[in-house]
């Protein structure tokens, strides 16, 4: 059975988010609010949670095309080779906000993604979201439950996802309702902003 916890976006309870960090350093699921859709997370460095998400999307994990949640853009260098100027003010201009930006992985890319050429990130514009990753130290993966078989309700109201996913994952995150519009998908590995899916962010900061 899932733990729902309510935490309030405008000013998370740190004692919620150590409870919420403490079920993912143990390798547990995740639920949690974004500025776009609801997400389903994980520790990035527990390959046992990244296998049961894994499963639960019905995919291979060797195929996985998740991104990580970073907290702010320092946590760039850990997982993204160097970029140029012109990709940096890309991404100081539109982060925090909706999008995912794909970037040029390099050698430091936890073991389950080291064949992986690319890296996705988002920094949300959500201070839930941003303060698990500050409390767990890296980021965590991030994938939408959203389902296009979905009735809209379960993926935007807590308690209905709750009701889902209960016994799925170990934490839901009341965070209020979600937003139904999935990020804009940029990506900057070669060097040409490519737009690859428009979604809430729009895409005119390329």
Request: hydrophobic content about 40%; overall charge neutral; charged content about 25%.
């Given at each position: 059975?899932?733990?729902?916890?309510?935490?309030?976006?405008?000013?998370?309870?740190?004692?919620?988010?150590?409870?919420?960090?403490?079920?993912?350093?143990?390798?547990?699921?995740?639920?949690?609010?974004?500025?776009?859709?609801?997400?389903?997370?994980?520790?990035?460095?527990?390959?046992?949670?990244?296998?049961?998400?894994?499963?639960?999307?019905?995919?291979?994990?060797?195929?996985?095309?998740?991104?990580?949640?970073?907290?702010?853009?320092?946590?760039?260098?850990?997982?993204?080779?160097?970029?140029?100027?012109?990709?940096?003010?890309?991404?100081?201009?539109?982060?925090?906000g909706p999008y995912t930006?794909?970037?040029?992985?390099?050698?430091?890319?936890?073991?389950?993604?080291?064949?992986?050429?690319?890296?996705?990130?988002?920094?949300?514009?959500?201070?839930i979201a941003r303060a698990?990753?500050?409390?767990?130290?890296?980021?965590?993966?991030?994938?939408?439950?959203?389902?296009?078989?979905?009735?809209?309700?379960?993926?935007?109201?807590?308690?209905?996802?709750?009701?889902?996913?209960?016994?799925?994952?170990?934490?839901?995150?009341?965070?209020?309702?979600?937003?139904?519009?999935?990020?804009?998908?940029?990506?900057?590995?070669?060097?040409?902003?490519?737009?690859?899916?428009?979604?809430?962010?729009?895409?005119?900061?390329?």
């Amino acid at each position: 059975m899932a733990e729902l916890i309510r935490i309030y976006e405008e000013n998370p309870n740190p004692r919620e988010i150590a409870k919420v960090v403490q079920v993912l350093r143990k390798g547990g699921l995740v639920i949690y609010p974004t500025d776009t859709v609801y997400g389903l997370g994980c520790d990035i460095t527990n390959s046992r949670a990244l296998e049961k998400i894994a499963r639960i999307k019905g995919i291979k994990l060797a195929k996985a095309n998740w991104s990580f949640i970073c907290a702010d853009l320092s946590n760039l260098s850990d997982y993204a080779r160097q970029i140029d100027t012109a990709t940096f003010k890309i991404l100081k201009r539109a982060l925090p906000g909706p999008y995912t930006f794909i970037l040029p992985g390099n050698n430091n890319l936890p073991k389950d993604f080291k064949k992986k050429k690319t890296v996705g990130i988002r920094v949300p514009d959500n201070n839930i979201a941003r303060a698990l990753v500050q409390g767990l130290g890296n980021p965590i993966v991030s994938t939408s439950i959203r389902d296009d078989d979905d009735v809209l309700e379960y993926t935007t109201d807590p308690e209905l996802i709750y009701e889902k996913w209960d016994n799925l994952v170990d934490v839901v995150i009341d965070g209020g309702y979600g937003g139904n519009v999935a990020s804009t998908i940029i990506d900057l590995s070669t060097g040409f902003p490519e737009v690859i899916r428009e979604g809430k962010g729009g895409i005119d900061i390329i």
